[in-house]
């Protein structure tokens, strides 16, 4: 599935906390899935200069950091590590108001949807929109394009778990589409556009954009973020929406825009 193939070879130790932790999700331990836990588990998503201040548990060492380094909002605070908010990311589908097939095709996809994090190289683009996103006091490592890259090893990683066919279809159009995170926000018109490369039907689309819609909720709620008051305060600023409601608006929207505009 992947280059390096020293991943599996490089402890017993590695294998089995993975192994571990795919029986807890209920994943299968087969090797596609436990190189996917080890390789987000060494990989980083916050600037390696900027690590040691996720090595405090104190907010008052945080918000003196922050001010410090005149950051003003740290996104993935969770912990530097992809894995663990990967790990997040599953655990949250599992407390999602939907049925028992569907936390299965979440949890499945959160396993692979950021694998194309893993190994972006960093170029003179994402250098310049990491010091953007730094002077703007924005905190993360900036993963540019990401859900287009390895696109062949999460195909084959889903492969591997017995999809095929227009299931796998659907999982590889998820995966493509999970950072189109503004669903709810677009217009109609987009919607409409969007949704035209989901399937060649209505039901087609519908299959698509109601995982993608569960899939951004998901990816949204794992992505904890600490944000510093003008006072010093560290407060998150959002709240978990684990309800799966905002689906329903989102294709009302898009079906209006659609006879609006006599698309097929």
Known sequence: MINDKEVLESGDFETAKAEEILLKFGLPCIPENIQAVIEQHRTLQQPEEFL???????????????????????????????????????TLADFMNISDDKKADLKLIMLYHDLGKVGIKESREIRYVQRKELSRGKLYKVAKWHEGKRSQDIEAGFRANGLSGRKLEVFMTVVQNHMNTSLSEMSGPKLVELFKGFGKSDEERKQVAELLALTIQVDGNACLQTELCPDGELQSPKEANTTGEDFGKIWAKYLEAKKEMGAT
């Open 52 to 90: 040691g201040m996720f090595e405090t548990d104190s907010p008052i060492e945080l918000s003196r950091q922050m001010k410090e380094r005149e950051i003003k909002r740290i996104v993935h605070a969770e912990d530097p590590s992809l894995w663990i908010y990967t790990k997040l990311a599953m």
